[in-house]
């Protein structure tokens, strides 16, 4: 399984970006989507996560502020991001929690995108 995140950049203080994160490869089904973030010197941390029911929760940073979603005809997840502040400034990450025939299941990450936030 691959997963592949886009969507990152340099946007203003105020401002909004959308990140996309497409998985492929053989899987049987994807249980739990997250994105997460690692700002420079800072641990990484979970800042949305949405389950195959499609209930969300947020970080405490983020709420009220960012939207996770997920297509699973496509095997798409997406964060929108808006009023973004410059402590938003960090690699994301998407990952995915994805169940094979047997019911076990594996942790994928994604490469990570970078997102800038000037002030």
């Known amino acids: 399984v691959q997963l592949q995140a886009s969507g990152g950049g340099l946007v203003q203080a105020g401002g909004s970006l959308r990140l996309s994160c497409a998985a492929s490869?053989?899987?049987?089904?994807?249980?739990?989507l997250s994105w997460h973030r690692q700002a420079p010197g800072k641990q990484r941390e979970r800042v949305a996560r949405i389950t195959r029911a499609g209930s969300t929760d947020y970080a405490d940073s983020v709420k009220g502020r960012f939207s996770i979603s997920r297509d699973d005809t496509r095997n798409l997840m997406s964060l929108q991001m808006n009023i973004l502040r410059p402590e938003d400034t960090a690699v994301y990450y998407c990952?995915?929690?994805?169940?094979?025939?047997?019911?076990?299941?594996?942790?994928?990450w994604g490469q990570g995108t970078l997102v800038t936030v000037s002030s």
């Open positions: 490869g053989s899987m049987f089904r994807i249980i739990d």
């Open positions: 990952s995915a929690a994805v169940q094979n025939t047997r019911g076990e299941l594996t942790f994928y």
